[in-house]
C-alpha cells in the first residue's frame, strides 16, 4: 500500500515538472512593460567588457575607467543572470524615447597614465562591451590597433574609440530595434603612457519601422537559420544518418543472422543430445546474472545517468516551445539548477530500486554515493574555478549570496527529494526477474585476445556515436565557448536521438559478442561502452581549443577544460545509463527465449 502511494507521488511529481520549469524560467515579453512616450526615459544598463576570444573572461563595465554616472544603480538580477555572468549598471548615457541627439557628450575625464595604460591592455586585447537598451543587447570593440605597414609589435599604434551613434527603430510606443557603430573618427591615440583628455560623446537617431514588438528578437537568431546555414546542418544530419543508417543495419544484419542461428542451433542441440557440451553464450547462462561487483557503485551510476536523461529531455522540451530565445538572460542556467534539483527525485528512486533488486542492503550508504556521484565532481570543480574568477576579479565569481541560494537549493529542494525517491524504490520490493538460475560458483572465463579488452571495446563503442555528432559539435562549441547563436534545437534534438539510438545498438552488439566468447562479466562493459562517447567528446575538447579556437589565459583554459570535464563526465553517466539499459534489455531477452537448466 504504501509503495503504491509513493509510486502515484512520484508519477505526479513527474508530470507537473514541465509546468514548475516554464515557471522558473523567464517567459518572453508581451510587451506590456515596454510602452513609452515620447521624451520617457528607456532604461538602459551596461553589462560587462572581456576579451572577444575569451567568453568566461568577462568584468564589470565599470572595472575599465569610463565615465560612471552620478549614482550608479545595480539592477536586480536572477539566479540564471547570475550565473551567467552579467553584472548590469546603470549606463553612462541618455537614451530617451524618440528625443535625437547630435554629438552630445557624455562625459569629460582626464585619464591618468595608468588608466591610459589599462584602456591600452584591453583594446590589446581585443576587449568589446555589452549594454543592454530595452532589453535588447548592444555590443562593439573598445578601440583598435593600428598595424599597417608594422612589422614589429612595438610600433603598434593604439586608439581608444570614444563617439558612440545609436541608430533606434521604434514601432508605435514600443523600441523593436537598436544598433550601435563605434565612429573611427575622431579617436583618442592611447600608445603611450601619457595623460589624455577624453570627451566621450554620443548621438540618437530615431527611425520609424513597421517590425512587430513581438518578432524583435528574431533579428538575433536569424545568422543560425539563414538559408545556406541551414542547409549545411542538414547535409551534415543527412550524411550523419547514412553513415550510421548503414553501419548500424549491417551489425543489426550479421547480430540478428547470428543470433536466429545461434537459437536454432541450441533448439537442435536440446533435442539431439541432451549431454552434448555447450558452448557460446548459452553455455554461461548460469553465471550471465551473476550480480556485478561494486554493485552500490553501479546502482549509482545509473541513478544519476537516468536524472540527467531526463533532465535533457525537459531541457530539449523547453528549448523546442520557444524558452530559450536569444539574448533570455540566463534562462538556460535557471532551467539547468531547477530541472537538477526537480529531479533527483528520479535518481533517487532509480538507484534504490536498482540496488534493492540486486539484493545490496545498505540502501542509506547508496543513497549518499548517487547524490555525490555527480554534484561531488561539479561541486570541486566550481570551487576551484570560483577560485579562479575571484582571483581575476572576474564577473564569473559568483557572490556569496548566490552560492548561498544554490546551497539552499540543494539542501531543500534536492536532498529532500533524493531521500523520498530513494524511499519509494527501496519499498518497491521488486525482484530482479533473471530468466535463468544462478550457479553456485562462477565459471572460469577463458582467455580472450586484447582487443577484446575493455579499453579497445570501449574505443570502438565511442567512435560510432561520436562520429553521428561530431560534425555538429562544432557549432555548439562556437556557441558555448564563442559568439555564435544557436537556436535550431530541432535539428539539435534529431542529433540526440540518433546518439541515443547508436549508444544503445553498439553497446547491445558489444555486449553479444562478450557473451558469445563465454566471458559474463558484461555489467559495468555495458555502462563504460555506452558512456564512452563522453570520453571522445572530451577529445575533441582538446582539438577544438588548439586548432578551433583562439582562447589563451590560464583562467579561459581553466574554465573551458574544467566545466567541459564535469559536460563530458555527465555525458558519460548519462549515456552510459542508455547502454546499459539496452544490454540489460537483450540480454534479458535472448535467454528467456532459450531453455536453460
Not at 553 to 581: H, K
Request: glycine share 6%; charged share 20%.
Amino acid at each position: 500500500m504504501y509503495t503504491t502511494e509513493m509510486e502515484k507521488k512520484m508519477t505526479s511529481y513527474v508530470v507537473v515538472l514541465i509546468v514548475l520549469c516554464c515557471c522558473a524560467t523567464p517567459a518572453r515579453s508581451d510587451g506590456s512593460d515596454h510602452k513609452y512616450k515620447a521624451g520617457d526615459q528607456v532604461p538602459m544598463y551596461a553589462n560587462k567588457v572581456g576579451p572577444f576570444h575569451n567568453p568566461s573572461e568577462t568584468y564589470r563595465f565599470f572595472d575599465l575607467p569610463f565615465c560612471a554616472p552620478a549614482h550608479v544603480t545595480e539592477k536586480k538580477e536572477a539566479l540564471g543572470e547570475v550565473l551567467n555572468g552579467d553584472r548590469l549598471v546603470s549606463a553612462p548615457y541618455k537614451l530617451d524615447f524618440m528625443y535625437d541627439k547630435d554629438s552630445e557628450i557624455a562625459c569629460k575625464k582626464k585619464l591618468s597614465k595608468e588608466e591610459v595604460s589599462q584602456f591600452r591592455s584591453a583594446v590589446a586585447k581585443d576587449y568589446y562591451f555589452q549594454m543592454y537598451y530595452d532589453d535588447l543587447p548592444i555590443w562593439g570593440f573598445l578601440g583598435k590597433v593600428d598595424k599597417e605597414g608594422k612589422t614589429d609589435p612595438s610600433e603598434y599604434k593604439y586608439y581608444l574609440f570614444k563617439y558612440i551613434h545609436f541608430e533606434i527603430f521604434y514601432n508605435n510606443d514600443r523600441v523593436v530595434e537598436i544598433n550601435a557603430r563605434t565612429y573611427p573618427n575622431p579617436l583618442v591615440d592611447i600608445t603611450e603612457d601619457k595623460e589624455v583628455d577624453v570627451d566621450f560623446m554620443y548621438s540618437v537617431k530615431w527611425k520609424e519601422s513597421t517590425a512587430p514588438f513581438e518578432k524583435r528578437m528574431e533579428k538575433y537568431s536569424q545568422s543560425s537559420s539563414l538559408p545556406h546555414h541551414l542547409k549545411i546542418h542538414w547535409f551534415s544530419i543527412i550524411n550523419s544518418c547514412v553513415t550510421v543508417l548503414l553501419l548500424t543495419g549491417f551489425l543489426a544484419t550479421i547480430l540478428m543472422r547470428v543470433l536466429k542461428n545461434d537459437f536454432v542451433k541450441y533448439a537442435h542441440d536440446e533435442e539431439a543430445a541432451d549431454d552434448q557440451e555447450e558452448t557460446g553464450w548459452k553455455y554461461i547462462h548460469g553465471d550471465v546474472f551473476r550480480y556485478p561487483k561494486y554493485k552500490s557503485l553501479l546502482a549509482a551510476a545509473l541513478g544519476s545517468g537516468t536524472q540527467l536523461f531526463t533532465m535533457t529531455i525537459f531541457i530539449f522540451i523547453l528549448a523546442l516551445v520557444g524558452v530559450f530565445y536569444p539574448y533570455n538572460r540566463g534562462a538556460l542556467f535557471t532551467a539547468l539548477v531547477v530541472i537538477y534539483a526537480l529531479t533527483s527525485g528520479i535518481a533517487g528512486y532509480t538507484a534504490s530500486a536498482f540496488y534493492c533488486q540486486l539484493e545490496g542492503t545498505n540502501w542509506v550508504r547508496n543513497l549518499i554515493l548517487t547524490g555525490a556521484l555527480f554534484c561531488g565532481p561539479l561541486f570541486l570543480t566550481f570551487c576551484f574555478l570560483n577560485s579562479v574568477a575571484i582571483g581575476y576579479t572576474a564577473t564569473a565569481a559568483l557572490p556569496f549570496g548566490t552560492i548561498v541560494v544554490i546551497f539552499l537549493i540543494w539542501a531543500l529542494v534536492t536532498s529532500p527529494l533524493l531521500v523520498l525517491g530513494g524511499i519509494a524504490g527501496k519499498n518497491r520490493k521488486s525482484e530482479f526477474q533473471a530468466p535463468c538460475r544462478t550457479t553456485k560458483y562462477p565459471r572460469e572465463i577463458p582467455p580472450s585476445p586484447w582487443y577484446r579488452g575493455t579499453l579497445p571495446q570501449m574505443a570502438m563503442a565511442g567512435f560510432l556515436p561520436f562520429s553521428a555528432i561530431y560534425i555538429e559539435l562544432y557549432n555548439i562549441f562556437a556557441s558555448v565557448w564563442g559568439v555564435r547563436i544557436y537556436t535550431i534545437y530541432s535539428i539539435l534534438f534529431i542529433v540526440f536521438i540518433i546518439l541515443l539510438i547508436v549508444t544503445a545498438f553498439i553497446t547491445v552488439a558489444l555486449t553479444y559478442f562478450q557473451l558469445a566468447a563465454e566471458d559474463h562479466e558484461w555489467w559495468w562493459r555495458a555502462f563504460l561502452c555506452g558512456g564512452s562517447t563522453g570520453l571522445f567528446i572530451y577529445g575533441y575538447c582538446l582539438y577544438y581549443y588548439y586548432a578551433r579556437s583562439d582562447m589563451t589565459g590560464f583562467m579561459q583554459t581553466s574554465f573551458f577544460f574544467g566545466y567541459m570535464a564535469c559536460i563530458c563526465y555527465g555525458f558519460f553517466l548519462m549515456l552510459g545509463s542508455v547502454g546499459f539499459r539496452a544490454a540489460l534489455f537483450f540480454v534479458r531477452h535472448i535467454y528467456r527465449s532459450i531453455k536453460c537448466e
